[in-house]
Every structure is written in C-alpha cells, then in structure tokens.
C-alpha cells in the first residue's frame, strides 16, 4: 500500500509538472510569433521592393525583398498591426496574421520614384547621388512602325543623351553618346544591358562607309531590341553611376528591364499591332531648267541627222530646255534592242515628267505582337513572339525581324529559392540596303553629285535591261557605243547589284537566387550573347564597275558568369544599410570570315566565290577576350534623408600586359533630401534633394594591341604567307582612367504639378589609348601608346510640370536641356594634331590639341584683317595653302520638348528636339555644283538674270569679297566655274551648320472605355507621324542627322547621305 500512494503521488508532480511546462511553453510562444506576407502595389499589381514593414510601437521590422515578400520574428503577441511605407505610396496599417497581403495604393503627393541601378538593383531615386533617368517602356512603342532602330525612339526625350541617325536609312546605324566623347580613338558608345545581361551594340560599319567612302551601313546592333518587351529604361548617364559595370560602363549604361507575367485572372493576353508608311519627304533642290552634258552633238544614222546631247558626260551643263528634238539614250537603247531596223525614234528636250522624287516608293511595314503572360503567388510567366516586315521606299528593299521572348521564374514555397530565366531569339533578313557614301551603287550620289537632269524616272525604269540581259544606262560612251561610262542605270543598281543580309541572335540569363536569412541573399546569373551575322553583297556582269561578289560571316558569343550577396536592414527605425558583393567572369570570342571574287565573275549571275576569275580573296581571324572582377557597394540612410553610397569595383583584363592589366574604380556619391526637414514648415515643396558625386573609371582596349602578330596575305589557292601588323604594338600598355564629378538638384513643388532636376558634370579622361602615326622607315606606320587628356563639362536640366488638370483634361510638359562642352588637353608629346580620317575629297576629320574633339580640316577661305574674303584676279575665292579648322563634328546644345494633353479618353502628344552648334562636310553640295545639278546652279543672280546666262547678258556670278590690294571684287564668273570653285576652291564653302530643330513625333490616341464585364479588358487605336519637319540655317539641301553612317567616332561627312524619310501609321492594342 504505501509503495502504491508514493506511485501514485509521484505520478501526479509528474503530472503537474508536465502541465507547467506545455503552458510554459505555450506562453514563450504567445509572446514572440512569426509573420510572413507580401507587399504589392494596387495599380498593376506588382510587387514592391524596399518597402518599410514595421510592427507598430515596436522598434521590430524589415524591408520587402526584390519578389515583395518579408518576414518578420519573434514579433511580440501584445502587437495588434504592421505600418507599411513606401516612398510614393500610401501608408498601410494592417492587422497581424500568421500571413499577410499588403496592398499599397499610389500617393500623387510624393515622389514615386523607384529606379533600377547598375547590376540591376532597385533603388528608391530619393537615395541616389547621381543622375539616372527612366523613360517608359511604352514610349518605344508610340511610333514603332517609323522607327527600324528602335533606340531612335528615345531621341529628345532624356538630357544628355544624343540620338541621332538617319531616318531614311533602313535599320541603319544611330550614333549614341552620353555626356560627350571620352575616348579619342576607342569606344564612346554606352553600354547595353538587358535584364542584366550586357548586350552588344556597336556596328562592324567599315572605315570606307564611316568616312563616306561608300559600302554599306548595316547599322549597330542595339537595333536587334523588341519594344513590344521592354517594360522600362533606366539611363546610368555617368561613371558615379555606372561604376559598378566596370571598364564597359565608362560611357554610361542604357539599362532595360522587361516585361514579366503579371497576376490577374488567368491568363492575360496582349495583341499590338501597328501599320506604317515612310514617304520620302526631303531631297535636294535640283535645277530644273537646263539639261545634260555641254550641249548638243550632231550624228548621222542611217542617213538622217540627229541632235544628241553628250551622254557620255556625267555632268549637266547643257543646253536649255526649249522642246528641242534630239535622239535619246532610250531612243537608242530600243533602236539597238530591236536589231537597229530602221531609224530609232525621236524625244523633246524638256524637263523631266517623272524626276528624281518619283524613283522612290512608298515604304510599307506591318508589326504585329501577341504576348501571353499569367502569374500565381509562386510564379509568373510570359512568352511573346514580334514579326515585323518592312518594305522600303527604295525599290527592292525589304527588312523582316522575327523576335521570341520567354521570361518565367518560380519560388519555392518557403520563399527562399528562386529560379528564373529570361531569353530572347532574333532573327532578320534584310535585302537591298542602300549603299552609302562615294559608291557605285549609291543612287543619290548619282541622282546629285553626277548625272542629267532631263532623265525621266519612268523612262530609266522601262528598260534598265535589254533581251540579252545586259544592262541599259544613259551614260553611253557614245551614241553608237552603248558601254556605260560612269553610271549604271539606277534601276540596275538596285535590282541586279543589291546586297542582302541575315542575322541570329540568342541573348537572356538564367539564374537563381536565396535567401539565405530574410535580409541576406545570395544570386548567381549566367548570361549570354550570341549571334551570327551573314553578309553577301554582288556586282552584276555587264555593270559599270567590275563584277564582284563577296560572303562574310561574323559569329560572336559573349558569356557573363555573376555572383553576388545581398544584404539589408534597418535598425532603430532611423538607420537603413544595404550592401552587394559579388565578382563576374566575362569571356568573348568573335570569328570573322570573308570571301571575295578577284577579277570579276566569270559566269553572269552565278554569284560563288568559285565564280571568280582568279583564285578568291580570303580573310579569317579570331579574337578572344576575358575580364574578371570582383565588385562591392554600400548605402547607408539615416532618416530616409542621409544618404552615403560607397562602391568599389576591380577588373583584370586579357587585353592589357601583365603588370597593368588590374584596374580599379572607386566610387563615392551622397543625396540629402531635404524636404524630409521641410516638409511640415513648407508644405508647397513636395521634394527636394541635393547629391554630390566622384567616380573613377577605366577602358581596356581591342585584342592583340600588346603583342605582334602576323596575318596571312595570300588568297585561298597561294601558298600561304604571313606579315607583321603595319602597327606596332606596346607591351607596356595601361588602361585608359576616367576621373568624374557630378552635383544635382531636384526639386518638385504643388504636389508634384512642377519640377525640375538640374547636374552639373565634369569629367577627364587621361592615358588614352592611341594608334599615332610614325615614319614608314621604321617598318610601321602607326604605333600604340599611352597618351592624351581630353576633359568635359556640361550641364543637364529636365523640367516637368503639368499647367492644367481638372476632371476631363490634364497638360503635360516636359522640357530635356543639355550641354556639353569637350576639349582635348592633350595629344602626344610633339604632337598637336591627331587624324581620325579622311573624306574622300578635301577634308579630314580630326582632334587637335586645345579644341573640341572632332574638327573638320580642311582649306579655308583667305580673310584680310577687316574680316573681308580675298578673291582671286579671276574671280574665284582664294584658298589657304594648308588645312585649317573649319568646323566642329559635335553641338553644344542638344534638347527635347514633349507636351502631352489628355481629354477623357483622347490623348494626343507632340515632341519636338534640337541640336545647335555642330558642322558637317557635303560632299554631294561640292560635286552637285561641280556638276551643274543643284538649284544654285541655275539661280537668278543679284541682277535678277539666271547665273547661265553669258556675262555680257549680265549673267555668272559675282562672289562677293575684295582683291589682295583690297579693292571691292568686280570680276564676275560664269555659272560653270562658280559651281567648279566648290571644288577647286576653299573646301569651308562646302562646310555646313548642323543645327535644326524638329518636329519629332505627333501621336494622338483613343482609348475605347469598356465595361469590366467584357472579354476585352483594354482596346486602343492610335495615329503616329515622326520626322515631320525639320527647320535649321542649313537645311535646304540635307537633313544633317542623314549624314550619320556609324556609330563610331568618324563622323561629320556628308557623302551622298539617303533621303530623309517621315513615317504614318496606325497602332492598335488589345488586351484580354
């Protein structure tokens, strides 16, 4: 008995004691709980990163990571809510529960801004201390079908940025700088990075096309872009910003984010699709009163005599037209194709019916894009696809791209690993581009530097081939000789010496990321860029030129391997820290193969390199390239009003020596806003912010500039042989370092209905890598070497403001000002003046010690020192005896202005840009007045008589200037040598401003209201025009952007520049 009851006792302590421990357990457990959720925005659904999640009266807290989630501990049972904040958003308060959904709804009376930064890292705008400025995505789509380089739809939109290229060129080349040139011989281009995955841009142009010597413009390879996927664009316009990309940054970084699955109910669809036109809508001022050659010839066939004008003379200082009859190229040309049976038959010496504005078409596109997207609470998904077909105003031209996105990613359901991929495949065909500059097969060099003026469109398109199929030109050797002289008929340039072209490309990452803790995470991103270009270009048998044809292929593939370790947190809710660490393996390897036929094509129309007669020309090299980094950042706030951001990035490159090929870039930027202090005394100030920033940055080079190589010169069946480089390298090569400083302030005012954000820059970039030109009888002819400072300042100012807004109508007004001021501050040792290129013709495009980077060289006129133009005993202009500065490449001033006006559901946006202060070089004004072509070759003259008539009829010209013993020029010439001396005299006199302003863009749009019932979530049908108008001191003959055929460095020459073109059309967008 008493061994049971102490059992039984000792049972029961067991008991209570066992119940004290569970409620023990039980009450710790009250007391500290856990919360997850998610933090989304309520106008699109998207989810929120960085927003502030704090329990309330409590110092415990988080942020919201990149996917919006959180996660919150040992959160205290007596809280009752969470306080959620977001810069730009409503506070929320909201109950505590195990899970929670945060939805935050938009406040218009904060700046809303958050902006995505180098290497892809969302920050709040108010906490950056440099400049970076978002456009979105949908401004790429406003004129989409005028637009074949996509990145042209940025132009006058962002300051500081310079856009521009030739609207007439399809899929053409569009020159891009941020904050001025840096570089004297290198790389200026900014780079490109997509969803993180740094892209090739730049153009493999050659230095014939850049320097408008003829070939052909491929254009840069930012055009392989879909806008129907870009989401947003982040600009990174300095090294404070860019910093953190390293060497490929110096020049800023364009950074674009696509679009991702979006949540909705099921799945939602989106259909865009867009009909264009491009009509040619500037050309040169002809003279339309006199004909071709120097006047008539009378022949004899068959007995009967004939009047025939001088075909053979590519020129037109002919006679007169006064209906006169006269035996033309085509009268002969069907007299001969008929077996010259009879007399060919006669036509009248007048004007053409069809001129030169009627051998170009009206340009076609279609674009049409469906996208498909769906997203859960653990994943989202979209696929898009985009064919584009574009048929040029160009006869024979042609322009497809096809274009596949898919993006996805996936969590797992303890929201720590994520999976996720983004991958892009493009794909165009192009065919008949026009060739550029000086070439053959350029039909504006030959429509207005050389040819007749009484030729008639119709007639040349009639019969560009006889029945034996050879070709049929106007430019005859002579009336009984039907060899062409000079000039192929246009029609036979474009239909039998076209080229074509294709292009490849695969670009994307995959990659994961976890979160190790709530606020550390760990990512990995293997990034690619592939592509494979085709290029094949062929002159027919029986063409003016010899027969030729030519294959080239260029395979490049760019692999970025990154890793990086996030950290955040926020601490006694006044301090935040966020940090990254990471490094990034960059491994390129880029092949080039070409062949071309030697001698000519020994069969007509068989376009092989076997076709060659003799053995085919080869060229075929690799270049491989390899950097690695490792990178850090650090931001600190206080009070979200203190900002400090600290970065430190280091690159060892494979194209520099051993020794010197570790490069460092710091960088330091800070932001204080204040109207965090303000913003109860001043309530009319919605934001205000000062930042200061410094950054240092490097550039690498190309491969083999350290050691020499040899390359093979022989032909594919010669014995192979080898040659050193003409250029010597330097084993001893440094990495070019740029230096950079930036202060800005923003402001907005009235709940953000005005604004304005204003950086002043200044930047010097010093050890520049430079190929310098040595004596030949050293065995070189350029040697590579450090040298050269080139510095440069400027300011941007962006204003917003909308000046009315009331129910039914709002209007908006943004206005992008920049300036740039550059100046090379050294060349080398001895050296005063550096040569980038030479024209064809007279000039040369250069950098000269002490100036501006990128003058035009070349004669100038002779000034007595009044000011006054010497003039020679004969009446023309004197020249310099050397070359002089005549003009500057790049403007001073560059700026957009785009207001927006909305009523109910129409909406209607005009933008328009300028450019001041630049200059360029016309060929095609210098050889159209050498020929007799251009309007001012057949003028009236102060006198009011046509400059053709004699001198004793007071006709020629009368330049105006004095003689060398300073008495008043009374020499007048006639109209041939007038127009002569814009060849033989001062080169200045073909020098013109570049200056315009333009009427850019004109969009105007409906949106259809629908209720929320239908099937159809959103219709919209929008109107477009681009390229409009342009005005400017010098734009009678030329659009100045038409003379840009490059993305490189050589620019400023005009060399038989395409037509400006301006595009219509029609958008349509449906969203299900």
């Not at 997207?373 to 064919?387: E, F, L, M, P, W």
Request: neutral net charge; aromatic residues 12%.
């Amino acid at each position: 008995m008493k061994f049971n009851f102490i059992s039984e006792f000792m049972k029961r302590k067991l008991m209570l004691l066992l119940t004290c421990l569970f409620v023990g357990i039980g009450l710790v457990t009250a007391q500290n709980q856990k919360v997850t959720g998610v933090v989304i925005s309520q106008e699109d659904g998207q989810p929120v990163v960085g927003a502030s999640i704090l329990v309330k009266g409590t110092t415990v807290g988080t942020i919201s990571d990149v996917d919006g989630n959180f996660t919150l501990f040992n959160v205290p049972s007596s809280a009752k809510s969470l306080v959620v904040s977001f810069i730009g958003m409503k506070s929320a308060e909201v109950a505590i529960k195990p899970t929670v959904k945060v939805v935050l709804a938009s406040d218009a009376q904060v700046v809303d801004e958050v902006v995505v930064t180098a290497l892809g890292i969302s920050r709040q705008k108010k906490a950056l201390g440099y400049a970076v400025s978002e456009i979105s995505g949908d401004e790429m789509l406003k004129a989409r079908g005028g637009v074949s380089n996509p990145v042209n739809s940025l132009q006058g939109k962002i300051a500081g940025l310079q856009i521009q290229g030739g609207s007439g060129s399809m899929g053409g080349s569009s020159k891009i700088i941020i904050r001025g040139v840096k570089s004297i011989s290198g790389n200026n281009q900014p780079l490109f990075v997509i969803d993180g995955v740094p892209i090739e841009g730049t153009d493999y142009n050659s230095t014939d096309t850049q320097r408008g010597a003829g070939g052909y413009d491929y254009g840069n390879l930012v055009q392989d872009l879909n806008p129907d996927d870009i989401e947003n664009i982040s600009v990174l316009k300095g090294p404070n910003a860019s910093a953190l990309y390293g060497s490929r940054a110096t020049n800023g970084v364009v950074m674009i984010t696509t679009k991702k699955g979006k949540k909705g109910d099921g799945y939602g669809v989106t259909f865009n699709s867009a009909i264009g036109l491009e009509v040619v809508n500037k050309l040169p001022k002809m003279q339309k009163l006199y004909g071709g050659g120097y006047g008539f010839d009378n022949v004899t066939i068959n007995g009967k005599n004939y009047l025939y004008p001088d075909m053979a003379t590519d020129e037109s200082w002919g006679d007169k037209y006064e209906g006169q009859t006269f035996v033309s190229w085509l009268d002969l040309a069907k007299w001969e194709d008929g077996g010259k049976v009879g007399n060919p038959t006669t036509s009248k010496w007048n004007a053409p019916k069809h001129d030169i504005d009627d051998f170009f078409e009206t340009g076609v596109s279609f674009t049409n894009n469906i996208a498909v997207s769906q997203a859960t609470d653990r994943a989202n998904a979209r696929i898009s696809y985009t064919n584009s077909d574009l048929t040029g105003y160009m006869p024979n031209s042609s322009l497809t791209k096809n274009i596949f996105n898919v993006a996805a990613s996936t969590i797992s359901a303890d929201k720590r690993l994520e999976v996720f991929t983004n991958v892009t495949y493009f794909n165009s065909r192009a065919k008949g581009r026009s060739e550029t500059g000086y070439g053959d097969n350029n039909v504006m060099q030959k429509f207005i530097q050389w040819g007749h003026r009484e030729l008639d469109m119709k007639e040349l398109k009639s019969m560009y081939m006889n029945s034996i199929g050879h070709q049929v030109t106007w430019n005859r050797a002579g009336w009984d000789d039907a060899t062409p002289m000079y000039s192929n008929n246009p029609y036979w340039s474009r239909y039998m010496n076209y080229e074509n072209d294709s292009r490849n490309r695969i670009y994307g990452n995959v990659g994961m990321s976890y979160k190790i803790l709530d606020n550390l995470k760990f990512q990995y991103k293997a990034n690619v860029d592939f592509f494979v270009d085709k290029q094949y270009e062929r002159n027919a048998v029986y063409s003016q030129e010899q027969s030729r044809y030519s294959e080239m292929s260029r395979q490049q593939v760019e692999t970025n391997h990154e890793f990086m370790l996030s950290y955040n947190t926020r601490f006694k809710n006044d301090f935040s820290f966020d940090a990254n660490v990471g490094s990034n393996f960059m491994n390129r390897r880029y092949e080039y193969v070409h062949g071309e036929t030697d001698g000519g094509l020994a069969i007509p129309l068989f376009y092989n390199l076997k076709n060659s007669v003799n053995p085919a020309k080869s060229d075929n090299y690799l270049r491989k390239k390899s950097i690695s980094s490792v990178f850090a950042n650090a931001t600190f706030g206080y009070k979200s009003t203190y900002y400090l951001d600290m970065s430190l990035r280091n690159d060892w490159s494979s194209t520099l020596p051993n020794g010197n090929n570790s490069y460092m870039y710091p960088s330091v930027t800070g932001s204080f806003v204040f109207s965090e202090l303000l913003k109860d005394k001043t309530p009319w100030i919605s934001f205000g912010k000062l930042r200061l920033g410094y950054a240092q940055v490097g550039n690498d080079t190309d491969p083999y500039q350290v050691i020499d190589t040899y390359s093979q010169y022989t032909n594919i069946t010669s014995t192979p042989g080898y040659i050193l480089s003409t250029t010597l390298k330097n084993s001893s090569l440094k990495p070019e370092s740029t230096n950079s400083y930036e202060a800005g302030l923003e402001m907005s005012f009235l709940n953000n209905r005005l604004g304005f954000e204003a950086t002043v820059y200044s930047s010097e970039t010093k050890n520049q890598i430079i190929p310098l030109s040595i004596t030949g009888t050293s065995g070189y002819n350029y040697k590579v070497v450090n040298s050269g400072l080139m510095s440069n300042k400027g300011i941007e100012l962006s204003l917003h403001g909308t000046p009315v807004k009331t129910a039914n109508f709002s209007w908006e007004s943004s206005l992008a000002l920049a300036s740039n001021k550059n100046k090379v501050k050294k060349l080398v040792d001895g050296v005063t003046y550096y040569k980038l290129a030479s024209a064809p013709f007279k000039v040369e495009i250069g950098a000269i010690e002490g100036k501006e980077y990128g003058v035009i060289m070349g004669t100038d006129f002779v000034y007595d020192d009044k000011g006054n133009k010497v003039i020679n005993a004969d009446g023309t202009y004197a020249s310099t005896s050397g070359n002089q500065n005549i003009g500057k490449v790049y403007p001073d001033f560059t700026g957009g202005w785009t207001n927006t006006f909305h009523y109910k559901n129409f909406d209607l946006s005009v933008l328009l840009d300028f450019s001041k202060g630049g200059h360029f070089f016309s060929t095609s004004y210098m050889w159209g007045m050498y020929s007799g072509m251009l309007e001012e070759t057949a003028a009236l003259n102060e006198k009011g008589v046509n400059i053709r008539e004699s001198i004793d009829k007071n006709g020629g010209v009368l330049l105006k200037g004095v003689l060398a013993d300073g008495s008043v020029n009374t020499n007048r010439i006639d109209a041939e040598t007038y127009g002569v001396q814009c060849y033989t005299g001062p080169a200045a006199q073909d020098v013109f401003k570049s200056d315009y302003l333009k009427l850019r863009e004109i969009n105007i749009g409906y949106t259809v209201p629908l209720k929320k019932s239908y099937f159809i979530k959103s219709f919209r049908v929008a109107a477009y025009g681009r390229n409009l108008a342009v005005w400017g001191p010098d734009v009678k003959h030329f659009d100045p952007e038409a003379a840009v055929t490059s993305s490189g460095n050589i620019q400023g020459v005009e060399g038989g520049a395409l037509p400006s073109v301006a595009n219509y059309g029609l958008n349509f967008s449906l969203k299900f």
